[in-house]
């Protein structure tokens, strides 16, 4: 007989946002319970929908594995008395282990001999260990926001109204602080039954659906879809799918019905960003566009139920998606009565943050540290100009009534505002592309002005607070600076910019003393920042397969090119993944460990007396210049394999002389070469980080 397993929570309504979290963690905690008990299972699945988070387990074996231990005891010596019969301690540990005389040995151990036991545990029956252990298993799921209900000490998202807990057939009973364990669920809060039985597990996914609930998100999923995108093509459109909506609205019906409204046509004479906004952040509905991407106007939506009077359902959604985009409407027009830098004075009026001045103190930081990185960059007059332009008026919309109502448009109305008010498309699309990336896997920006803005408006953030002292801990990052982190690395990598890190953050924090007079320990901020910025480059280094002790030997050369550590940690990587070359690494790193000791690059060849040093010296002036040559065209590879060619002449050194002689001007000599060799070698990687891979 194939063993099923249900588990089935039921609770108020969850957030969306919480439910994927909370399945992911009721599935792993329940595989390593199973795990842990020595319970064999074939197979574990987990559902949800508002109402409920359930589990299934397939396949699940009726008893534990039988365990076989051997056991440690006392010495020998102590086990038995003077008379050769168990002692106290012997005895103790039988007793202990619930074994008897004729079941223990003796074996060595470090030099004496010890009792050891063998102890047989049977498994106990699934039902039991079940029983036992699910209870802990609700209880260990953690969400961003819990709460306590009704005199209970346990915390969960939601009050739990009922459980159902069934091994094939069989109630599975365990204490949760009082809520009833049983075999009855409830169907669709208006159309279902309130109260169903389960009689079987194989039986739970059609009662469910036979009392409108769809147990299986992904089901659920693909209705919606399918019938959303039938719906668009009736009307001649297309569904603008957005995954992330799809996946919430998902989670928040337990039997969907998509259904078509309408959109007054005079909405549609608003930029596409206003009327889709309210329509995706506010109401869940998704836009429906023709074949070139032009907004049609209609929309889908989806109802937590059947289709019975979905005409009136329709009518009321019409009804709130046109009130929504009458405030739009009369915000927009609004706005518009304006031109966009005269939005831009008012930043005077709104905090950035408390130590870090208004709004508009951040766009003169901003406009500074934008130029800087364009002469950095060596950009054209023109663009140029078109960076100070957008820079200036980045934050303008903000204070705008559009943003004030929609926060989610910020960055979008300042470029649909820009483009109002005759501002060039250059300068317009900067004041957008400023906020991107806004998340993982977000566009990145497409022109040089938004590219340079973005970095320049995300450092800035980054070096005011390290400046005052805010610094993401754990889990909490309210500024979120490790996502700006990762899109200044992400532009600078998309966009192949070469850049010093360093040197663009003295300025931001030079900005911050003239500007403000902030007053902090700039070698500390400026080493934390670039310890921060390191950090968030070693993990994405390694989300792109690079070996960590690569990562590190590039990350330890001291450069801070986020464009140019990348080439050569790849080019590295691939070097050393393709040639080994772990003999290399030890030659090497015997010639880092003695030239610590160096206290000069200038080696006299008057003083080489040995043919070995010799050797050494020429061999190395026959390579330097070809190695800084591949450095300037970022050839790390070559460069590395013009090194290799010194291994025997380093081995030939090492072997036939003594580098600390007693004659002080020959040992610093020596020295000194060692050191000269191991300073170019460190414009490559710091090899010494490197570990040998076997």
Request: proline letters at 3%; one cysteine or more; hydrophobic letters at 40%.
């Amino acid at each position: 007989m194939s063993n099923r397993y249900l588990l089935e929570i039921g609770v108020e309504e969850l957030p969306a946002r919480f439910i994927s979290g909370a399945l992911n963690q009721l599935k792993g905690n329940f595989k390593n319970m199973l795990k842990n008990e020595r319970i064999g299972y074939a197979n574990v699945e987990t559902y949800a929908t508002p109402r409920r988070l359930v589990l299934i387990v397939d396949g699940l074996k009726e008893d534990q594995d039988t365990l076989e231990e051997i056991v440690k005891g006392p010495a020998k010596r102590i086990a038995y008395d003077s008379q050769g019969y168990p002692s106290k301690a012997l005895e103790g540990f039988m007793r202990g282990q619930g074994v008897k005389e004729d079941q223990i040995f003796t074996k060595e151990y470090n030099g004496e001999e010890y009792i050891y036991a063998r102890v047989i545990k049977e498994g106990k029956d699934t039902f039991t260990i079940l029983s036992e252990n699910v209870a802990d298993i609700i209880k260990s799921i953690v969400f961003p926001k819990s709460m306590r209900w009704g005199g209970k000490n346990i915390r969960f998202a939601r009050p739990i109204r009922w459980i159902v807990s069934l091994l094939n057939d069989r109630i599975v009973p365990f204490d949760l602080e009082g809520i009833k364990v049983g075999n009855t669920t409830k169907g669709h809060r208006f159309l279902g039954s309130k109260s169903i039985e389960i009689n079987k597990v194989d039986e739970y996914f059609d009662k469910l659906e036979e009392n409108y609930v769809i147990v299986d998100q992904n089901k659920r999923k693909e209705i919606i879809k399918y019938n959303s995108e039938k719906l668009a093509k009736e009307k001649g459109g297309n569904l603008l799918v957005d995954e992330d909506l799809l996946d919430e609205v998902t989670n928040i019906v337990e039997y969907p019905t998509p259904m078509i409204g309408r959109i007054k046509e005079e909405y549609l004479n608003l930029p596409d960003d206003v009327v889709i906004t309210p329509m995706k952040e506010h109401l869940r509905f998704f836009p429906i566009v023709n074949d070139k991407g032009v907004l049609l106007p209609y929309f889908i939506t989806v109802r937590n139920g059947n289709d019975q009077y979905i005409d009136v359902v329709i009518k009321g959604n019409e009804k709130v998606l046109g009130a929504r985009l009458e405030d739009a409407k009369f915000f927009y027009y609004e706005d518009i009565k304006n031109p966009i830098e005269d939005y831009v004075e008012p930043l005077k009026n709104i905090v950035f943050q408390e130590k870090l001045g208004t709004l508009y103190d951040k766009t003169i930081r901003i406009r500074k540290l934008a130029k800087k990185i364009g002469d950095y960059l060596e950009v054209g007059e023109e663009t140029q100009r078109n960076i100070d332009r957008a820079a200036y008026l980045s934050k303008a919309d903000l204070v705008t009534k559009m943003v004030g109502e929609f926060t989610e448009l910020q960055g979008r109305m300042g470029m649909e505002y820009a483009k109002h008010s005759g501002e060039n498309e250059i300068v317009s699309t900067a004041i957008y592309e400023q906020y991107l990336p806004r998340f993982a896997g977000d566009d990145l920006p497409t022109t040089t002005a938004g590219s340079i803005l973005s970095i320049a408006d995300k450092l800035d953030t980054i070096s005011g607070c390290f400046a005052i002292g805010i610094e993401p801990t754990g889990s909490q990052d309210p500024y979120g600076l490790r996502r700006q982190a990762l899109g200044v690395i992400n532009i600078v990598l998309d966009r192949r910019l070469n850049l010093s890190l360093g040197e663009l953050i003295d300025f931001a924090l030079y900005i911050y003393v003239e500007e403000l007079g902030l007053v902090f320990d700039y070698a500390e901020v400026k080493n934390s920042i670039l310890g921060f910025f390191n950090g968030r480059i070693k993990n994405m280094f390694s989300d792109m397969g690079i070996r960590y002790d690569i990562i590190d030997g590039v990350i330890s050369t001291g450069i801070d090119n986020i464009y140019d550590l990348m080439i050569r940690a790849n080019k590295l990587n691939e070097y050393f993944e393709k040639y080994g070359l772990t003999d290399v690494l030890s030659t090497f790193n015997r010639v880092t460990n003695l030239a610590e000791k160096s206290t000069s690059t200038e080696v006299k060849r008057d003083l080489l007396i040995e043919d070995a040093e010799i050797e050494l010296y020429d061999g190395f002036n026959d390579i330097e210049e070809k190695v800084l040559n591949h450095l300037d065209k970022k050839e790390y590879d070559k460069a590395l394999e013009q090194f290799i060619v010194l291994k025997e002449a380093i081995d030939n050194f090492f072997d036939k002389v003594m580098v600390m002689v007693d004659d002080e001007a020959i040992r610093e000599n020596r020295l000194n070469l060692l050191g000269k060799i191991s300073k170019t070698m460190l414009l490559i990687c710091d090899l010494s980080k490197l570990v040998k891979q076997s």
